[in-house]
């Protein structure tokens, strides 16, 4: 981690610990200590080890990949790769930092650069899909609950399966109609021309537009061609999604929420995920909790109940992974043969 990576880190931790004095500051210490103490601590278990369980997929998912090319690449080299993705994910701002930090992960365990790259892309690509899909599903079965409950985040709900939504199909074409995509590319470059006054600026965007395509296109004649590995990563990612998705019906359940409905709550929490990926800030600090309480006092009316409920999964959700990939940081990977 560079210095500036460290401070952000810290300064994230004590962001989360703002949020959490004033989330309590109305509530009695007593209360608080009530709604712990009355925790049904199995259910809570089973709601980390969904999270651990949503990490080892992504694991899996990585190593699928590498083993195409590199088949003596271990489960435990891949593991670090998650996690290492989690902790950067959480302090760089729309979780940028997540991809370039995988890739460093990969080559640091003995991967070459293009084999990290590709799979890294094709790995990309399935997740985007099936995000789409997951919210597909979820919507169609929630959607009106959303709806008629809370209506101030319908828009953000809408606007952030938009953006998703606009990735993947740019995504697909380029895989599917790629002449077309260096046309409209082409267009819409000639278009910017007229608004950059930087013509260096103008040149640099351009180059690196068309490099990315053409990049991506190869990558995708690769995943295309092996189809049988598309639906196997595809298959473990939705699944990985779907388990992640869940863990805020356990964290209800160890609350003693017993007459929520799971179909509904996951749908809920997809819209929390959703919502976030639009917030700027590291982790969607400050609107993920927020979030979070708004969607969940449905369940949980009791202020002291749905502030433990909040930050149970904000630990579980965000801090876990992030201390996760600072353990994993410190630990030198092993090279992997070739």
């Known amino acids: ?17 703002v ?13 608080l200590m009530d709604a712990i103490a009355h925790l049904h601590w199995s259910w809570l278990v089973v709601a980390f080890l969904l999270m651990a369980s949503s990490l080892l997929l992504e694991a899996r998912v990585v190593q699928v990949l590498i083993r195409q ?49 590709s799979s890294l892309l ?33 828009w953000l709900l809408v606007f952030g399966f938009i953006i998703h939504f606009a990735v993947i199909v740019s995504l697909l074409m380029i895989m599917f109609w790629y002449r077309l995509t260096k046309k409209l590319l082409k267009l819409m470059m000639l278009v910017l021309k007229k608004v950059m006054t930087n013509p260096n600026r103008y040149k640099q965007l351009e180059q690196t ?5 053409d990049s991506f296109y190869r990558e995708s004649l690769k995943l295309k061609a092996n189809k049988q590995v598309l639906v196997r990563i595809s298959c473990l990612t939705l699944f990985q999604l779907l388990i992640y998705y869940v863990i805020p019906y356990f964290i209800l359940l160890a609350l003693g929420v017993t007459n929520a409905n799971i179909l509904l709550v996951t749908t809920l929490h ?4 959703m919502v976030i990926s639009l917030f700027p800030i590291p982790g969607g600090a400050g609107g993920a909790e927020y ?28 801090y876990l992974g992030m201390f996760s990939g600072i353990i994993a940081l410190a630990f030198e990977p092993k090279k992997t043969s070739k």
């Open 1 to 17: 981690m560079t210095k500036k990576n460290k401070i952000v880190l810290v300064i994230m931790l004590m962001v989360g610990l």
């Open 19 to 31: 949020i959490f004095y004033f989330s309590v500051k109305q509530i009695s210490y007593h209360s």
């Open 69 to 117: 090319q590199l088949p003596t690449y271990s489960f435990w080299a891949a593991l670090r790769v998650p996690l290492v993705e989690q902790l950067f994910n959480g302090i760089t701002p729309f979780a940028t930092g997540g991809q370039p930090a995988q890739l460093v992960a990969l080559l640091q365990s003995g991967v070459d650069a293009g084999r990290a790259t």
């Open 122 to 154: 094709m790995k990309f690509i399935v997740y985007q899909a099936m995000i789409v899909v997951n919210f597909i599903i979820c919507l169609a079965l929630g959607f009106q609950y959303v709806a008629d409950r809370i209506h101030g985040m319908i």
């Open 209 to 213: 537009l068309n490099e990315k395509v």
């Open 270 to 273: 997809v819209l929390i995920v």
């Open 291 to 318: 979030s979070f309480s708004v969607v969940f006092s449905t369940f949980v009316q009791q202020g002291n109940r749905l502030v433990v409920a909040m930050f149970l999964w904000r630990i579980i959700t965000y």
